[in-house]
């Protein structure tokens, strides 16, 4: 069964591989950034929804300055918590599946094996807690329609992202200092964006039960370990790149220590989880260096 999407967050790195992804596969899209669509606003959220008609909303449209968060979390629940519920609200009124992309923050990150889809959160972060408020509104208002993607240490070829800053920093710096000390699944958005695209289209077959997925890669490392194997992907020497602890890197915002997420419930849906992280940078690294 097929049906038109709608994105929103459509300039952001997630969102247009999304709208790539559908694009290729020939399906009704549209996108909307910020000043076409302000999830925050419900007159806004009504006249885009009656303008175009979507069988599906990704929400790909958040805030996501972690450490800003702190000191302005009014502001970011406006925007990961209120718009989620405006959304929510119109797509039960009209019988649309809504995908909601989270965060592993809603976890305290202290665990020491994979988080379950329910296993208990604890949000540690003000950017956690905004998050976990979207969640739960999109859970409670479409409980047979409602779709939560959480995602963590997300890069692609879209916008800034921690890969292609070590890109840069490789070029510039004789030795690089990495934190070693924090655990988590670097994800490529390419692999995000596909599994979302086949979640939405199994949500509208009726193959897919609604409620919440992990959408990280398989496999783990710390950041020091993802650096060197972007070091050995750039064909430089791995032993440039030196450990470190959080405590170095010293931030408003914690970060959780232990952010691997369990992929259980894709069986659910008849899919794989996403694939091991080395793979996807492998095949991803074209694009975000820019070589042809």
Same mark, same amino acid.
């Given at each position: ?18 709208? !790539? ?20 606003? !419900? ?63 809603? +976890? ?53 992202? +921690? ?62 370990? +993802?650096?060197?194997?972007? +070091? ?17 890197? !010293? ?30 940078? !492998? ?10």
């Amino acid at each position: 069964m097929s049906g038109s999407w709608l994105v929103t967050g459509a300039g952001g790195m997630l969102a247009q591989d999304v709208l !790539a992804r559908l694009a290729r596969d020939g399906e009704s899209a549209v996108g909307l950034d910020r000043k076409a669509l302000d999830i925050t606003d !419900a007159d806004s959220v009504r006249r885009a929804v009656e303008e175009h008609g979507p069988s599906v909303i990704v929400n790909c449209a958040a805030w996501t300055a972690v450490d800003d968060a702190e000191t302005r979390e009014d502001e970011a629940l406006r925007i990961n918590g209120e718009g989620p519920r405006l959304l929510a609200e119109v797509c039960a009124e009209h019988g649309i599946v809504l995908l909601q992309v989270s965060t592993d923050y809603v +976890f305290d990150g202290q665990a020491d094996e994979p988080y379950a889809e329910d296993a208990p959160t604890a949000p540690r972060s003000a950017y956690g807690r905004t998050k976990l408020a979207g969640e739960r509104a999109i859970l409670s208002l479409l409980p047979d329609r409602g779709y939560v993607v959480r995602t963590a240490w997300l890069y692609g070829a879209g916008g800034g992202n +921690f890969v292609r800053t070590m890109i840069k920093l490789e070029g510039i710096k004789d030795t690089l200092d990495v934190v070693d000390d924090q655990l988590g699944q670097p994800t490529w958005t390419g692999d995000l964006a596909d599994r979302l695209v086949r979640l939405g289209r199994g949500a509208l077959a009726g193959t897919a039960p609604a409620g919440i997925y992990h959408g990280t890669s398989s496999g783990e490392t710390t950041w020091f370990g +993802f650096t060197r194997a972007i +070091f050995e992907q750039l064909g430089a020497d791995p032993e440039r790149v030196r450990p470190t602890t959080s405590a170095a890197f !010293a931030r408003p915002a914690p970060r959780p220590a232990y952010s691997v997420l369990g992929h259980d419930r894709w069986a659910k849906a008849g899919l794989e989880p996403i694939r091991n992280w080395r793979e996807a940078l !492998a095949e991803s690294f074209k694009d975000l260096h820019g070589t042809p």
